[in-house]
């Protein structure tokens, strides 16, 4: 199965702090057909995850565009240029090039 | 507006079954893969099954196999997850998701416990 590797576990920020989140693959998440299935998730205190970005760097309709995906291959990153207190919460990671899909272990946000 | 609610939930004893809904609005539901996801207290995302559109095929973790079944009802805009042989390690928040270009909507879930 691909592990997906996050880090930090979690980041403490201050409004207004630019911000990124690492998620590292045990394996190229390049599909046969050139898409890379790579997404990143929100998860705030008990609510269900959102999707943020997909396909490593496309933005989900309606979410902020301080929001931004990037990476190939293995390497991944997600940056939040300019936290804001809504922001924080679990960050996952998720891939889908591989069955069977697999989840990052999460990056908690937490606002200082 | 697209809506995803699970239904069925409980707490059950090990080695029962049990069987979620997941009733969709405000989409295609037959034109859609559906997926059940779990997230065990205070731990992170796990995915549990999948199904294609038509309900064709069904896809699932080792951790589940055999013991999960996951189908679609098109006509009813409703999915199913039936759990058999519950172990208390299947004690979690489960969630349905629609899969599109990604996990774009989630249902709010609904809590299973197995215990004795």
């Known amino acids: 199965d691909v592990v997906l590797t996050q880090t930090p576990p979690t980041l403490s920020a201050t409004i207004g702090q630019s911000v990124s989140i690492s998620c590292r693959s045990s394996q190229s998440l390049l599909h046969s057909n050139g898409n890379t299935y790579l997404n990143w998730l929100l998860q705030r205190p008990g609510q269900p995850p959102q999707l943020l970005i997909y396909?490593?760097?496309r933005l989900e309709s309606g979410v902020p565009n301080r929001f931004s995906g990037s990476g190939s291959g293995t390497d991944f990153t997600l940056k939040i240029s300019g936290v804001e207190a809504e922001d924080l919460g679990v960050y996952y990671c998720?891939?889908?090039?591989?069955?069977?899909?697999?989840f990052g272990s999460g990056t908690k946000l937490e606002i200082k | 507006e697209v809506q995803l609610v699970e239904s069925g939930g409980g707490l059950v004893q090990p080695g029962s079954p049990l069987k979620l809904s997941c009733a969709a609005s405000?989409?295609?539901?037959?034109?859609?893969?559906l997926n059940w996801i779990r997230q065990a207290p205070g731990k992170g995302l796990e995915w549990v099954a999948s199904i294609n559109p038509d309900g064709s095929s069904t896809y699932y973790p080792d951790t589940v196999k055999g013991r999960f079944v996951v189908s679609k009802d098109n006509a009813k805009n409703t999915g199913y997850l039936q759990m058999n042989n519950l172990r208390s390690e299947d004690t979690a928040m489960y969630y349905c998701a629609r899969y599109n270009k990604g996990f774009d909507y989630w249902g709010q879930g609904v809590m299973v416990t197995v215990s004795s």
């Open positions: 405000g989409f295609t539901f037959s034109s859609n893969w």
């Open positions: 998720v891939q889908s090039t591989h069955a069977p899909l697999t």
């Open positions: 396909l490593v760097s």
